[in-house]
């Protein structure tokens, strides 16, 4: 998800817009994508 995140960021994406696909992520797949959704949220972060 971190890479995805980061092509998303890279693409124009902020960080709103990450936030509603991943709580969509998490609403069609409530167990991995919730664990994951934090680690996407770092992606943004540790690359700049």
């Known amino acids: 998800m971190a890479v995805h995140t980061q ?5 124009g994406a902020g960080k709103e817009e990450i936030m509603e ?3 969509v992520a998490v609403a069609l797949n409530a167990g991995a994508a919730l664990v994951y959704s934090a680690r996407a949220m770092d992606a943004p972060a540790s690359a700049t």
């Open 7 to 11: 092509a998303a960021k890279d693409a």
């Open 21 to 23: 696909a991943l709580t």
